[in-house]
């Protein structure tokens, strides 16, 4: 079965600093990957997703995150933080275990970011 | 835009009420999902379903089930609900099961006393 480990519960960093979140997954066979946010007292929604093609995925608002193959990673990373961006981060992966795409989520991450 | 909605946003019941938790999508998407979540665990599937009429048990089933009368409701339902199904529901639609980008609902905080 697929698990998928964010390394970081919490993660407190002050504005306009650069800021990794980590993601590992378990799965060695083809695998799609997402990152989603979750906004205080909302739903989760997606922030970027790896299918195929480029190992380098964005967002419209500045992260962006590498699929690393050989270290079955997936790191989210943005340069410069915004308060605005302090919110619950969620990383995604779903491959073909039993023939479904179901996928399995990490526990989160907590971006915390201060004045 | 894709809009999942969640008949309650807040809901309070007490230990061994039937409990009815709404679901509904306007995309005419294939897939839904019930997940709970609870702070250090993250997201947990209770159930899903690739079409209507069908489900399929998730990881945590047990005190839970399940009914998808038509494409675009999917409902929760706690036969008889305990203290420790306290907790954040999130349902979440997707187009089809390849390509499966979610799209969640705002989430119902159940409060079970």
């Known amino acids: 079965a697929q698990s998928v480990t964010q390394l970081d519960s919490q993660v407190p960093v002050f504005e306009e600093a650069p800021v990794e979140l980590r993601c590992n997954y378990s799965?060695?066979?083809?695998?799609?990957l997402f990152w989603y946010v979750q906004y205080p007292n909302q739903g989760l929604q997606l922030l970027l997703k790896?299918?195929?093609?480029?190992?380098l995925v964005e967002s419209i608002n500045g992260f962006e995150a590498e699929f690393n193959k050989s270290q079955t990673s997936f790191h989210l990373r943005k340069p410069s933080v915004h308060i605005s961006d302090t919110a619950e981060y969620f990383c995604?992966?779903?491959?073909?275990?039993?023939?479904?795409?179901?996928?399995?989520f990490g526990r989160g991450t907590s971006l915390i970011v201060h004045p | 835009d894709v809009k999942v909605t969640q008949s309650s946003r807040y809901l309070v019941k007490r230990t061994g009420e039937k409990v009815f938790l709404e679901c509904v999508q306007d995309?005419?998407?294939?897939?839904m999902f019930w997940y709970r979540q609870d702070p250090g665990l993250g997201l947990r599937l209770i159930y899903f379903?690739?079409?209507?009429?069908?489900?399929e048990k998730g990881d945590i089933p047990e005190g839970y089930s399940v009914s998808r009368e038509k494409k675009e409701r999917f409902s929760l339902i706690l036969e008889s609900a305990s203290t420790n199904q306290t907790s954040m529901y999130l349902c979440?639609?997707?187009?089809?099961?390849?390509?499966?980008?979610?799209?969640f609902g705002p989430g119902t905080r159940l409060t079970v006393l």
């Open positions: 979440a639609s997707s187009l089809t099961a390849r390509n499966n980008e979610q799209f």
């Open positions: 799965s060695s066979v083809s695998v799609y």
């Open positions: 790896y299918l195929s093609g480029s190992t």
């Open positions: 995604a992966v779903s491959d073909q275990s039993g023939g479904s795409y179901i996928p399995t």
């Open positions: 995309m005419d998407h294939e897939n």
């Open positions: 379903s690739y079409d209507v009429k069908m489900k």
